[in-house]
């Protein structure tokens, strides 16, 4: 080497433009994509199969709305892609606002469907506002989580966080159940995330369980009903499907047949579950029935490997974040598709009760598929960043 040649620096290596290059040569995670595609595929599959049999003047009406849906939900991917995540730290008041003003909406503007009062009728479709309050609740606990950072070992802190989560949660309960669930499954993964103490865990599962205690067991036997009865219905209906067939336990009964009778290919053309209209809710609550009765096994357990792949690669994203408010939003997120995929999934094979909760990227509807790909976008900003934070630092991420 020549002796007035300058040595360079680590530092200088990692910022020249040759390795930052090479690190924003893939400014998305190409697997999540994939798994993001791939699910829309047998979403479009599954609720065409659904709506050959509803007499429609239009036969493809859910089919082409699904899609309208999964092109704007396109759109709000990559803008959430290209923004800074960072700077969503500094709305959080803001976005927890937002979050508790249009779980009021519903209150006050919302329809009544099947006892619940659960979307504010629009124009062009349904929007529930649950959620979209998933993914304002994710983003606004990773910001209040961030600002105690170093008393995160505090009681104080756990109790906070859970009074933040708990509040919404309980205006959505009050509406639908089911994500009044999920609110508090993404309380108490962000906070394991985040490295609460094992004690406070152990404590809010003690007054978690005595909730349940107080609400199902101690208030019926005073008089006081805290859930709605086609709430209670609900929850009880899966344990013992046979004792009400007509009502609660029919849909879980036909779904079990729908998937049973797929058994390892699929019925095919010669599905009648679906087609002859006994399996209710077949495009959106039991969609995964549809699939298991037409494709099978093989189809039911390809569907389940997306799932897999897409959580896969979130919790990948998470090891990667450039910082503790990307991986709480990541472990938000993780757990908003975890606890949806397996109640959904559960209670198709009739091992949760029903709930309503719609499976990510496959269920019909408007307002879940614009909020998976809002968290789906983020996911991405989260990776991109990472690594463009990792090549600076003279690091290398694998795959």
């Known amino acids: 080497m020549n002796a007035t040649t300058p040595i360079q620096s680590p ?26 595609i791939g699910l829309c595929v047998w979403s479009l599959l599954a609720i065409g199969a659904a709506s050959e049999g509803d007499g429609l003047a239009d036969p493809n009406t859910f089919v082409t709305r699904q899609a309208i849906y999964f092109g704007v939900g396109l759109a709000i991917a990559i803008v959430a892609a290209v923004i800074d995540y960072s700077r ?5 008041i803001g976005l ?51 600002d105690r950072a170093r008393r995160l070992q505090d009681r104080d802190t756990t109790a906070r966080i859970m009074l933040l ?30 490295g609460t103490s094992v004690r406070h865990f152990a404590a809010l599962i003690a007054l978690g369980l005595a909730a349940v205690m107080l609400v199902l067991v101690v208030a019926p036997r005073v008089g006081v009903e805290v859930l709605a009865p086609y709430q209670k219905e609900r929850l009880t209906s899966f344990l013992q499907p046979s004792n009400d067939p007509g009502d609660a336990g029919y849909q879980q009964a036909q779904s079990r047949i729908a998937i049973g009778s797929g058994e390892k290919t699929g019925r095919g053309d010669r599905s009648t579950q679906s087609s002859l209209r006994f399996l209710p809710e077949d495009h959106t609550d039991f969609v995964f ?83 998976t790909f809002l968290a789906v976008g983020l996911l991405q900003s989260i990776y991109a960043q990472g690594r463009a934070s990792a090549a600076m630092k003279g690091r290398v991420l694998g795959f």
């Open 289 to 371: 029935a549809t699939v298991g009765e037409r494709w099978g096994f093989v189809g039911a357990g390809f569907v389940l490997s997306l799932y897999a792949l897409l959580v896969w690669r979130a919790i990948r994203i998470l090891t990667m974040a450039k910082n503790l408010f990307g991986a709480l939003i990541a472990g938000g997120i993780i757990a908003m598709l975890l606890t949806q995929v397996f109640v959904n999934v559960g209670m198709n094979v009739g091992i949760m009760p029903i709930t309503g909760i719609p499976l990510p990227l496959m269920t019909y509807g408007g307002s879940s598929v614009l909020s």
């Open 96 to 146: 927890y606002a937002l979050l508790i003003g249009i779980i009021l909406l519903v209150f006050a503007f919302g329809t009544v469907t099947r006892g619940s009062r659960l979307a504010i009728q629009l124009p062009f479709f349904s929007f529930q506002s649950s959620e979209l309050g998933k993914i304002l609740l994710v983003m606004a606990l990773a910001g209040f989580v961030v």
């Open 11 to 36: 530092s200088d290596v990692a910022a020249s433009p040759r390795s930052r290059a090479v690190s924003l040569a893939l400014p998305f995670d190409p697997v999540l994509a994939l798994a993001v």
């Open 165 to 194: 989560t708990l509040i919404p949660a309980g205006l959505v309960i009050a509406q639908d159940l089911g994500s009044g669930l999920v609110y508090i499954a993404i309380g108490l993964t962000m906070l394991f995330v985040a």
């Open 88 to 92: 969503l730290r500094e709305l959080k």
